[in-house]
């Protein structure tokens, strides 16, 4: 096999045969947040994000995404070889949310299966996982997840953007995809930016610490290193997705590295939904999918804390027309919208203690 | 000037940036700064390290910087204790420096101040700054030097009734100084606009009232001129007066929390020990945390009357060409305020001016300065004045 040095390209080309998102429909605005925080209605760092209902967790939600994506594909689900969630609100601790998911969709039992958890780009990392799994030949199909009910502690700066949602892809050979993955990198190192410790209901973090060494280090470094392997420039990207923890971060890393905002706007979702965490880029993508054209190369740079970032090179490919009809669009679920206050919110994402 | 004190000389400055030093340890911050001051001496080796830091022991988990510091820096063996007095440590220091020189126990002593602030954040972090507070009557209550200050400013303006928009001028001249120099954690322009807009912190201050909390080391070698190695050739910068005073360290026990004596005293001992007046200096780096503290240092300094130090916060008055220029490379407010460090970076940028060196922060002509780094509410205020 030839040294293809640190940039990740399987031996078989590989790419998305199939996406789907889940937006969940209630919706809690920032200014509402800082009603009832700091008694009056200031505007926050986006302006409204997505909830769950009283009925959704992680594992509903990767389901609905994945019969998106499943029906985008028009594969049988029994040839799925790999069932994969990213996610950091996993139902349990103990018990893996991909078994459940793989069940209610009909995959079979020939599978491999596991939760990922990196923060978040857990999801992305399974999408580089699957790559490698399809890529190898050692099956044909693989579903990857990256979804999230992310926790922010009631008053702290996270619960104004911590929100729900996701995407789900299934990965194929690159003859049958909607677009192709055409180059992969990955940037990782130890820097503890936010951590949520076993037992713990929420996480903490390094306040300004989680900007410059941590987002904007890691997410530049695996962008700027893929795009010199390869040979491209901003130009040659008719949109890029960046993760998307707030409007400002993924707005300000995208500019630093020569992107325009025309490039990014359709991808960025942060301002209408908030961060759905590992969903957070790969939502974004699926925004994308739903617009481009065949022949379009998208970037896509996922940032997950603790910390890393997983860069990927797309390229849309002519099924795509056809097929992205089959299921709802991203923007259909953004538009289907129910506002919530901040006591149903309380009552829906259990910060009531009830005993 | 009496011989005595004319002897000790300032043979070495080194610096770093201020800022959020996230990827440099407190160790390595000391040493860049103190192998640059070596540097610009030419090589003078300093038998003493008197370390100036406030949080190293709570923020980063380490006392004993006398031997951490020395042996990071290849001057294992060497005699090296930290000095400690809140925000004034750096001043501090350089006074323990200045004092070995002058007795003639040794011929060479560096004062480094090294401060490593953004390893906490949050509750905690204000948790470890009240430590320059008193612990039991003061922190006790909930106080931070933050809100202390915002509880004075509120008393500043109800005693004297200032215009409030006034005190944009300092942070406006600070910012304006800080603009050219490349150490400063914030070189940008502040327009009197943005101060009146600006976030308010509490109930009077605002968010261009305080100096930001950075990391950052700066150091200063001291020796005398008769030990400065061969062939040196910059213009000699002598420290000509040094005072060292303490107050009572909670507010409430002072006469009047408005009048920080021993700010006051700290400027009259070493202007007496220096043989000058403060209206003689041709600049002054004052302890600008707050725009409290700048109005009353200019007060305790005798620049302005009682109530009145507001008045002089005027690029004119206090600008780099003005009357007292302050602040001259940005001072707290923007230069960054490394705590334990800060007072060093003032006697760094004071030997930049007095040797001509300040490039445009320059003050034209400077040949005499007077620094003065403030412990928490002036509990603790030392002063330097260095000629030329």
Redesign the interface.
């Known amino acids: 096999m030839k040294d293809q040095g640190i940039i990740n390209k399987p031996a078989r080309s590989v790419g998305i045969v199939g996406y789907g998102a889940y937006i969940p429909r209630y919706r809690i605005s920032g200014t509402e947040i800082s009603r009832v925080w700091k008694g009056e209605a200031l505007r926050g760092p986006v302006k409204e994000k997505a909830v769950a209902g009283p009925d959704e967790d992680v594992i509903t939600m990767s389901i609905e995404a994945a019969r998106n994506a499943l029906a985008r594909s028009g594969i049988n689900p029994e040839l799925l070889r790999a069932v994969w969630v990213g996610s950091e609100s996993h139902p349990y601790a103990v018990k893996p949310s991909g078994t459940i998911v793989a069940e209610a969709i009909g995959a079979p039992v020939h599978i491999q299966s596991g939760d990922w958890e990196f923060a978040c780009k857990a999801g992305t990392e399974a999408l580089v996982a699957a790559m490698g799994l399809v890529g190898s030949q050692m099956g044909d199909y693989a579903l990857v997840i990256g979804m999230d009910t992310a926790q922010g502690k009631p008053g702290d700066a996270l619960e104004y953007t911590a929100a729900c949602g996701g995407a789900a892809f299934i990965i194929g050979p690159a003859e049958e995809a909607l677009a192709t993955i055409d180059a992969q990198y990955s940037f990782v190192t130890d820097t503890p930016d936010f951590w949520r410790r076993a037992y713990q209901k929420y996480p903490e973090h390094g306040q300004r610490f989680t900007g410059e060494p941590a987002y904007f280090n890691h997410v530049k470094s695996a962008t700027s290193t893929l795009m010199e392997s390869e040979g491209l420039s901003p130009e040659d990207f008719k949109y890029a997705v960046f993760h998307q923890p707030n409007e400002k971060f993924p707005s300000r890393v995208a500019r630093q590295l020569g992107f325009k905002p025309e490039q990014i706007k359709d991808g960025l979702l942060s301002p209408k939904i908030g961060n759905t965490y590992a969903g957070a880029a790969l939502v974004g993508l699926t925004a994308v999918l739903d617009i481009a054209s065949p022949g379009d190369r998208i970037l896509v740079t996922s940032y997950g804390s603790g910390a890393g970032s997983d860069a990927l090179v797309l390229t849309a490919k002519e099924a795509l027309l056809e097929r992205r009809s089959a299921a709802l669009s991203t923007q259909d679920y953004i538009a289907r919208r129910t506002e919530i206050d901040y006591a149903l919110y309380a009552r829906f994402r259990g910060k009531i203690a009830m005993k | 000037m009496d011989q005595e004190h004319s002897d000790v000389i300032i043979a070495g400055i080194g610096q770093t940036p201020v800022g959020?030093h996230?990827?440099t340890s407190l160790r390595s911050l000391a040493a860049e700064a103190i192998l640059a001051a070596i540097k610009d001496s030419g090589g003078l080796k300093p038998q003493v390290l008197y370390i100036g830091n406030m949080l190293s022991a709570s923020a980063s988990r380490q006392a004993n910087l006398g031997a951490l510091i020395t042996e990071n820096t290849g001057l294992t063996g060497a005699e090296g204790v930290t000095v400690e007095a809140a925000d004034a440590s750096g001043g501090a220091a350089l006074r323990m420096a200045y004092i070995a020189v002058l007795s003639g126990a040794v011929d060479a002593a560096l004062a480094v101040g090294v401060e490593k602030f953004?390893d906490v954040?949050?509750p905690e972090s204000d948790s470890f700054l009240a430590q320059m507070l008193d612990a039991d009557f003061e922190s006790a209550q909930g106080l931070t030097p933050l809100s202390l200050a915002g509880l004075l400013f509120q008393r500043y303006l109800y005693e004297y009734s200032p215009d409030r928009k006034a005190f944009a001028g300092f942070p406006e001249v600070a910012h304006a100084n800080a603009v050219t120099n490349p150490n400063a954690m914030f070189p940008r322009a502040l327009r009197a606009q943005d101060y009146e807009k600006a976030l308010q912190t509490g109930e009077v201050l605002n968010l261009f009232d305080a100096a930001p909390y950075a990391d950052g080391a700066a150091a200063v070698l001291v020796t005398r001129e008769d030990t400065l190695p061969r062939g040196w050739d910059k213009p000699v910068v002598r420290i000509v007066g040094s005072s060292l005073v303490t107050d009572r360290l909670s507010i409430h026990d002072r006469s009047d929390p408005l009048i920080w004596d021993a700010a006051r005293l700290s400027i009259e001992r070493a202007c007496r020990k220096a043989g000058v007046m403060p209206k003689d200096v041709d600049f002054f780096e004052y302890h600008d945390a707050t725009t409290l503290h700048a109005t009353l240092s200019l007060e305790a300094a005798g620049f302005a009357s009682q109530g009145q130090g507001w008045m002089l916060a005027k690029p004119a008055v206090i600008g780099l060409d003005g009357q007292i220029p302050v602040a001259t490379f940005g001072g707290l407010k923007a230069r960054g305020h490394p705590l334990g460090a800060t007072g060093l970076y003032q006697a760094v940028e004071a030997t930049l001016q007095l040797r001509g060196e300040a490039g445009k922060n320059q003050v034209k002509g400077a040949k005499l300065g007077l620094i003065q780094s403030l412990g928490g509410m002036a509990a603790t205020a030392v002063a330097h004045v260095l000629s030329r």
Request: hydrophobic share 35%; aromatic share 16%.
């Open positions: 959020e996230w990827k953004t954040i949050g």
